[in-house]
């Protein structure tokens, strides 16, 4: 059972990209999937998640707008896209799966953790 996070990169400020988070051994029903991100020097934030049985989804405030959490059960993949991207979004960017409870999964209290991938925005 593992989380395979793909997709990050290098990009501009107002730029954009598309992280992949690929689950196997998963069954997607049973969890919900959250986007994390750590930047240096600061706590892991949770900034998005998704509930597979009912389709809810969380944005955390800072990326409202901009950043999209998405699936494709076909490939048992969670996607965010993210758009006009920030400086201050450059971190590692973690994808997890846990309880299908939006207030548990996004303090972090997740049981399968990807190994990141990183995200730098710069000019």
């Known amino acids: 059972v593992q989380l395979v996070e793909s997709g990050g990169g290098l990009v501009q400020p107002g730029g954009s990209l598309r992280l992949s988070c690929a689950a196997s051994?998963?069954?997607?029903?049973?969890?919900?999937i959250g986007w994390f991100r750590q930047a240096a020097g600061k706590e892991r934030e949770g900034i998005a998640c998704?509930?597979?049985?009912?389709?809810?989804?969380y944005y955390e405030e800072s990326i409202e707008g901009r950043f999209t959490i998405s699936t494709d059960p076909a490939k048992d993949t969670v996607y965010l896209q993210m758009t006009n991207l920030k400086p201050d979004d450059t971190a590692v960017y973690y994808c997890?799966?846990?309880?299908?409870?939006?207030?548990?999964?996004?303090?972090?209290?997740?049981?399968?953790w990807g190994q990141g991938t990183l995200v730098t925005v710069s000019s």
């Open positions: 997890a799966a846990g309880p299908p409870v939006i207030s548990t999964i996004i303090q972090g209290y997740a049981e399968l």
């Open positions: 051994g998963l069954t997607f029903d049973d969890y919900a």
């Open positions: 998704i509930i597979f049985s009912n389709n809810s989804t």
